[in-house]
């Protein structure tokens, strides 16, 4: 218990100090690390603001939930009611916590709605993520219908005047939007029961001249698989605020006697060095407090999928090809994808049978695997559990198992409709189906997929149920974990559409996007990286033509853009000449040479230009690093510019080599780089100087390595 009326938390480079002298605790501080001589009591008579003409006597804090009954004016961070009464809260603080110095517990109660609210707030030391998170407790017997508990409301000062959000489409994820702020409400609001493809749940706060490389600039993300709101306001007086959480249907939350609602984890991060800070420190987060010790120790098998070779044209003749060819470029992992359970010869029916199918697999998957493990590889297998063809056996047997809303024609969407994991029967013959299967073969990976948004979410009882669902999906992928740790899950939806701290707390990789174009996965992949470092990241080397954007892209810009994340191939091998097959050969063999780095590394991302993509990833001693430069477009000009290796050690000395492409993509071959051959730079000259780059053919690429004389 502390007595002071301030809060105040350190990580190693922010500082993060509440104001909790008035009815609420209210963000005083958070920002470049202060010291600790420094008295809270003298920044909050330094934030003392005048009263303006027009407003109230009475200056209204930006509390971490500001509510109704404060008369707080701009997006409320608590809406509930009795039927229409208690609306009003106003809590009182009770008890201020700090079990340690990177950890608050705030506990505050409204005697006359009978309300209880708990903040919890850490401050994580390396990273500097501040997790934070609110609670609602119901004091009374009457029940309280909970329509809105934003995670938390961050008061932001006016300089962070950029908005920096993600919108997108299916097969084009994580693409970042910049806009200024405005006086009003900037709201991006998710009903599709996954965090979506087109509206990922983080968005960045900065000031109007950060960049990659410098400037400050705040993150946020939701860690929640279901519904959201996320919200950046601009008050009439100047003040910023940004305020995210469980986007709630009607009477989806209400609770009990002593029942509690706990909103969804906001992940906030400053930075003082633009993107690249929030990109490093929410890596270094997921590295160490997301994914576990085993995971981080393990290292990323190279995928081999069967989904664009065979789509749903499975037989042991083609499989077996398959595993051979996969098993011989340098794959290490086999992952059947749809196609192999009941019924199952198109995306029409099936849905829900998950036995395999006799006529394909008359003694099961076991002659498959046994292939597949005595090359050398581990093997996986896709599941889409979550959902259930009307044609299909389950569906006939239990047509009462999906979510509905009685009275309404059910909104068509791929041939399938989502299950109700608000049924406890539900779950537990999926758990059956997946853990027997589990059971009887060596499977090591299950790629969890979910191909659909949930457009009704009513369950059986005819709540709206998008909450429950989501908790439920939690449950069941953690009882599986626990019956088999060592089984590895993907969080895949239709690509994307499922992408979170949250699931990724059960999960192992995310599917990044259905489209394996190289040029298009550029952005994808950049927009991604801002919170996800690139071991979660599938990505996956596609065939030559592209069938969702129909552009067609040499093996070396293939492999290139797969090289920096978890790496795999998707592809019929077969359409491959002898010269591709030796590129993907030697991709693959490079890719585990430098895996480590890819995977540990801090990234590094700079623009260079309107007409390339660039980014490095550096060791942690800086030591050595990767730099990867792509030509998308031609260049205006006669030369491109230099090119510059930011985030090296300026003290120390290196040696440049480019490992990719083995030749050149230039318009007249001719050794162009044979002067930079066994010579040696100082890092302050590569940091400030650069190298003058070749002219290369459009969609081209190089990948320089550097490392430490």
Not at 93 to 112: F, G, H, M, T, V
Not at 479 to 501: K, N, Q
Request: with cysteine; proline share 4%.
């Amino acid at each position: 218990m502390t007595t002071t009326p301030y809060v105040v938390l350190h990580g190693s480079s922010s500082s993060l100090i509440l104001d909790c002298t008035g009815n609420a605790p209210a963000m005083l501080y958070w920002g470049t690390k202060l010291s600790a001589n420094v008295d809270p009591g003298m920044l909050s008579i330094l934030a003392k603001r005048q009263i303006a003409n027009g407003a109230a006597t009475e200056d209204l804090s930006i509390t971490l939930c500001p509510t109704d009954g404060e008369g707080f004016m701009g997006q409320t961070g608590l809406r509930v009611h009795r039927n229409g009464q208690s609306w009003g809260v106003y809590t009182q603080i009770d008890a201020i916590e700090q079990p340690d110095a990177q950890r608050a517990i705030i506990r505050s109660s409204d005697k006359n709605s009978r309300v209880s609210m708990v903040h919890e707030i850490h401050l994580e030391p390396e990273s500097n993520v501040v997790s934070t998170t609110t609670k609602i407790i119901n004091d009374c017997e009457q029940e309280l219908t909970v329509d809105w508990c934003a995670a938390a409301t961050f008061g932001i000062s006016p300089q962070y005047s950029d908005v920096i959000s993600y919108e997108g489409r299916w097969a084009k994820e994580f693409q970042l939007r910049r806009q200024k702020q405005f006086v009003g409400t900037h709201v991006k609001e998710n009903r599709k029961g996954r965090t979506s493809h087109d509206s990922f749940p983080g968005l960045l706060l900065a000031e109007s001249q950060c960049d990659d490389l410098s400037g400050q600039v705040y993150g946020f993300h939701l860690g929640w698989s279901g519904n959201h709101r996320l919200c950046v306001e601009q008050l009439y007086d100047g003040r910023a605020l940004v305020q995210m959480g469980e986007l709630l249907f009607p009477g989806e939350i209400i609770l009990g006697a002593n029942e509690s609602y706990e909103s969804p984890i906001i992940y906030g991060l400053h930075s003082q060095t633009g993107l690249n800070g929030i990109s490093q420190g929410y890596h270094q987060f997921v590295r160490n407090h997301i994914l576990s010790t085993k995971q981080q120790q393990k290292e990323r098998p190279i995928h081999f999928n069967t989904w664009e070779a065979l789509y749903f044209e499975h037989s042991m003749e083609a499989l077996s090809k398959l595993v051979k060819q996969a098993a011989d470029v340098g794959a290490e992992r086999f992952v059947l994808d749809d196609g192999w359970f009941r019924h199952r010869r198109n995306d029409d029916a099936g849905l829900g049978d998950w036995y395999v199918e006799e006529s394909i697999y008359p003694e099961g998957l076991g002659p498959l695997i046994e292939e597949v493990t005595s090359s050398g590889m581990e093997f996986g297998l896709w599941v889409e559990p979550e959902m259930v063809n009307p044609d299909s056996d389950l569906y006939r047997q239990h047509p009462d198992w999906i979510l509905q809303v009685p009275g309404t024609k059910p909104v068509e969407f791929r041939n399938q409709f989502v299950l109700d994991f608000s049924r406890e029967e539900v779950t537990s013959y999926l758990f059956e189906r997946i853990d027997a299967l589990l059971k009887e073969y060596d499977i090591a990976y299950l790629k969890w997929d979910m191909n659909r948004d949930i457009h009704q979410p009513g369950n059986h009882l005819g709540r709206a149920s998008v909450n429950a669902q989501t908790l439920a999906l939690y449950k069941l992928i953690e009882r599986l974990r626990t019956a088999h740790p060592d089984v590895e899950i993907e969080s895949c939806a239709s690509g994307g559409a499922r992408a979170d701290f949250g699931i990724l707390r059960y999960t192992d990789r995310l599917w990044t996007s259905d489209s394996n174009d190289a040029l298009d996965r550029l952005s994808i992949q950049q927009g991604l990286s801002l919170f996800f470092p690139p071991e979660v990241m599938g990505s996956h080397i596609g065939p030559k033509f592209c069938h969702i954007t129909g552009r067609q892209l040499d093996i070396d810009l293939r492999a290139s853009t797969a090289f920096f994340g978890h790496m795999g191939m998707e592809v019929n091998l077969s359409e491959f000449d002898e010269a591709e097959v030796i590129q993907l050969k030697n991709a693959l063999k490079l890719h585990k040479k430098f895996r480590p780095l890819i995977h540990s590394g801090n990234l590094v991302r700079f623009k260079l230009n309107d007409y390339s993509h660039s980014f490095g990833v550096i060791s942690e001693a800086q030591d050595q690093a990767l730099y990867s430069y792509t030509e998308t477009g031609g260049y205006p000009k006669h030369l491109p510019g230099q090119y510059i290796f930011h985030g090296l050690d300026e003290s120390a000395e290196y040696r440049l080599e480019i490992i990719w492409p083995s030749k050149l993509k230039v318009p007249i071959y001719k050794d162009v780089m044979d002067h930079i051959k066994d010579k040696v730079f100082s890092g302050e000259v590569l940091r400030h100087f650069g190298l003058q780059l070749p002219i290369l053919m459009p969609e081209s690429v190089i990948i320089f390595h550097v490392t430490r004389v």
